[in-house]
């Protein structure tokens, strides 16, 4: 629990965010200051505040709970994309495009690519999938740190009855907001950075205090190898065997990549940053400062997942596991089960985990459970690892989706609640300032994002009057405050069926499934036309749109009307025969509780789709070839400063390949060589394919050399990498920031920089 001293390492921090917060505000002069933070920022602060306002709390939740699932072993797969996103990096792949249309917004590039109806269409859909994508942030973020304090799921004022998840939501979404709105992006920008270089030394500390506390020998490599039994396809360790995981497998990979190349800046959520830079050049540095500035956050993440998985599944450990698993049940049975139908089987509940037992009364109930019948659980002496199993059970025997969503929630919440129990006085406060950090610094961004594509690109150009500076802040700060109050809407009556990382994949694919191809193209490919723009988007959020609906619905409506009409039978077949021919890899197996079709498996449906339109609708249509010379600001057009380029030649091939261009400095030119050498020479030619062509031709490895591969690679190795980088980009980005106030001061105001798009800019 948290302590006094818990408390002071929390406040100390946000005290000095706050403080930076306030003087940060008085740069705003002008709607660029608030929309791009004047687009001066440097490739340090771009950088430090991108990537702490990218992860998330809700992101670490989401890994936390995939790698608590899955181990180290699908993310050794993960490395087939390097040599992909190694590419991205070195040659600012769409990113530095992007900001060579000078656009201020994604709507503002597709009026001026496309047409403005398009412009209007596209962002209320970007909008609408958007806020949904981010409208779970604030319930998963408000969910972690009540479980991690230990809170009732309600309280009482008087005879009021009040949600502690409503009100923490609440709390932590008006603080964002008052960030949010005091100077938009610069604010934003600066504080990301101040609470990305206050978390170096954090993530370092827990980290450290992991590898001090668990033995990697003795008990972390054990547990993860012998856990689930080796040659079962379900291992935590081997990459070669895990053909049986259903949800973060292979296909999830390569859906990943598959995505991934057609959605590099077609998400909105961190809008702010991908037009901030002060040149493209500085945006495309800050990109490639992320390969070596990832340092111990992402270690934290990893090996706070694998103590909570060792502490869970190792018998050392006993004793913190049972208070870990005692504790979340008691906490999901009283939140999901609080209403007045529950009260047989939340009493049950409460009496199982005080006893060890299963009451007459809780058996009979469980037997109306399909899955009672299968169980292996001894009901007459029940283990805390039966807990989960029971619970859900016995919450759906009541209300399907209500058992389904405890079944997914305590998923999420294992890791923060088994870590509450494991961390001691001091690194729990710290491990909590994370958390709050990570929070209010995605959550500030993203309503920037949402709440500024809602002003700029829905509402803005219906107006055929250039608004005055102040009534366009004013415009954006309202259009901000309504994302808040819908996301807390959602947030507080939505009911999480699947995993965070699932959800994200769903609700994102509304949009990107659709847009990805529309902006990809629409950089890269003068023959994309407007009608395969629309017919795109169309179908790509159809099939996202569906797939959602499919998943809120499945247990208490559509599985129903098919048992209800003898449908079932036929149904399963489809579902089954569909994909026989992708097992075991992909399994649509039909049951009562859950929509066959995963969402990455639905996500990888859209996209496809989506892509195979856009092209073959454009070539049907293409009557004229579009003017990427004028787009892109090249060439005859060019009105600015302009950045020189290597045309492609046997001696500057490499380059080329290097993403090195004339504009780089010396510097530039070692931190591009240095990335080269580190993520495709090493990390993809050593660590991933020479290990895959040994394992595969020659010597299949034991699972013991998996740990000791996978201890060196991530542990040893980033380790120092990350000592040095938290040094580096603390100074780094303590000087850029610096720099960023002195270019704000100096800036010239231009107040027609506001994202409108005149008429001899459209095609």
Known sequence: MMTWIDWIVVAIPLAIVIGMALKAQTYVKSVADFLAAGRVAGR?????????????????????????????????????????????????????????????????????????????????????????????????????????????????????????????????????????????????????????????????????????????????????????????????????????????NLFYVFTGIFSGIFNRITWGGAQGYSVSALNPHEQKMAGLFGTWRAGFSVMMITMLAVAAFVVIHNADFRKEAKSAHYHLTRQTVEELAADKKFDHVRTGLLAMIETGKVSDQLKDTLKKSHAYQGSKIDFDHVKPDDYRAIASMAVGTVDKKAGTQLNTLYGQMLVPITLRELLPVGITGILCALMIFLMVSTDTTYMHSWGSIIAQDIILPFFKKRLTPKQHITLLRCTITFVVVVAFMFSFFFSQMDYVLMFFAITGAIWTAGAGPVTTFGLYWKKGTTAAAFATLITGSTIAVGGILCQQHWANHIYPFFERYGLVGAVTGFFESVSAPFNPIIVWKVTPDRFPINSIEMTFIAVLSSVILYVVVSLLTCKKDYNMEKLLHRGKYADGVTFKRFEWSFRNFFLKIAGIDPNYTRSDRILAYSVFIYTFCYAWCGCFLGILIWNTLFYRWPIEWWGIKFFITGLVVPGIIAVISTVWFAIGGSIDLYRLFKRLDAKVTDDTDDGTVEKDEEK
């Open 44 to 248: 340090y602060v771009l950088c430090v505040a991108g990537a702490e306002a990218n992860m998330g709390l809700v992101s670490v939740v989401a890994l936390w709970e995939m790698y608590y699932n899955c181990g180290f072993a699908v993310q050794y797969w993960g490395a087939v994309a390097m040599p992909i996103g190694l590419a991205y990096g070195l040659t600012g792949y769409c990113t530095y495009r992007f900001r060579e249309t000078r656009a201020l917004t994604m709507g503002q590039f597709l009026e001026i690519r496309y047409n403005r109806k398009f412009r209007v269409f596209a962002c209320f859909l970007q909008a609408f999938s958007g806020v949904m994508n981010y409208a779970i942030f604030p319930a998963v973020s408000a969910r972690v740190l009540m479980y991690f304090w230990g809170l009732p799921a309600y309280f009482y004022l008087g005879d009021w009855r009040f949600s502690t998840f409503g009100t923490l939501m609440f709390i932590f979404l008006g603080c964002a907001l008052f960030l949010a709105l005091l100077g938009g992006q610069i604010t934003i920008m600066v504080t990301d950075c101040i609470q990305g270089i206050l978390s170096y030394p954090f993530y370092a500390i827990l980290v450290f205090y992991v590898i001090y506390r668990f033995n990697w020998w003795t008990e972390v490599t054990p547990t993860l190898a012998y856990t689930r039994e080796p040659g079962t396809g379900v291992s935590m360790l081997n990459p070669f065997d895990i053909y049986k995981m259903r949800n973060f």
